[in-house]
């Protein structure tokens, strides 16, 4: 009865141990994580650029830095998940695919009244262009997106 017992004792050791050993560890969320949205799509870049006579300002953003350009002054800066994934989320394969078909809303830009704006997405390997714009009035289909890249121009 007793050799029963420790063979017991002994068995149910073992497989705690076993179980324990393949537990995960934790993950960090610090880590750069990427949006199920850029996996899908596989963003790799957006460029913002706003441009009139005599200025030009712009904004490039990728899952881990944000480079943005007033003039000729470079900023280089590292992008947090956090904010690549708020960014990201403002995308669906349709606005992707349809990014170069959207009208811009007003035509300030033809006479300098307002900085004429171009959005590029780098996405698969395929470069997506958007129509030239009015910057502060994107076509409705991507403003959100706008506003969310455009804002790091006053970040500066």
């Known amino acids: 009865m007793t050799h029963l017992k420790t063979s017991l004792l002994l068995a149910l050791s073992l497989i705690t141990l076993q179980c324990s050993a393949q537990k995960k560890k934790p993950e960090n969320k610090d880590k750069t994580a990427v949006s199920t949205t850029a996996n899908r799509l596989n963003i790799q870049k957006i460029e913002l650029e706003e441009m ?34 708020a960014i990201i989320n403002q995308l669906s394969a349709e606005k992707l695919s349809g990014l170069g078909s959207y009208k811009s809303p007003t035509t300030k830009r033809f006479y300098d009244g307002a900085f004429s ?15 030239s714009f009015d910057s502060g009035t994107p076509p409705k289909e991507f403003a959100e997106l706008y506003f969310a890249v455009a804002k790091n121009f006053k970040e500066k």
């Open 52 to 85: 009139t006579r005599g200025s030009r300002r712009m904004v490039t953003i990728t899952p881990t830095n944000k480079i943005v350009e007033i003039n000729r002054q470079v900023k280089n800066e590292k992008m947090s998940a956090a904010e690549w994934n």
């Open 117 to 131: 704006a171009d959005l590029k997405i780098t996405a698969g390997g395929k470069v997506y262009n958007s129509q």
